[in-house]
């Protein structure tokens, strides 16, 4: 099992910035890919950003550009630096690990965390 703790929401005006982290322990080792999701009130799950165990960044169409996913040399820890946030960005922002995930939707995550609220203010 892998657990996931996610840091680092808040509240910000928009255009401001923000940096979570999730932090991850157990069996780390199964972790190819981490990843960010979010969720807001009466929408689905979307696909924010991961990051497998060789460097390569996948990116949601409406972060491009504002979002950076990063990992810790140990893998153990990945982060996501938001920039130029909008009202739009507001939303639950999940941290999710697993091997068999397919980059750019939300399927195959096997690990979630608790998630992070992320509020934007305009």
């Known amino acids: 099992q892998v657990q996931l703790v996610e840091s680092g929401g808040g509240l910000v005006q928009a255009g401001g910035s923000l940096r979570l982290s999730c932090a991850a322990s157990g069996r780390t080792y199964s972790m190819y890919y981490m990843g960010w999701f979010r969720q807001a009130p009466g929408k689905e799950r979307e696909f924010v950003s991961a990051i497998d165990w060789t460097g390569n960044t996948y990116y949601g169409e409406s972060v491009k550009g504002r979002f950076t996913i990063s990992r810790e040399n140990d893998k153990t820890t990945a982060y996501l630096q938001m920039i130029s946030l909008k009202p739009e960005d507001t939303a639950v922002y999940y941290c999710?690990?697993?091997?068999?995930?397919?980059?750019?939707?939300?399927?195959?995550?096997?690990?979630w965390g608790k998630g992070t609220l992320v509020t934007v203010s305009s």
């Open positions: 999710a690990a697993g091997r068999t995930y397919v980059p750019g939707t939300t399927t195959g995550m096997s690990y």
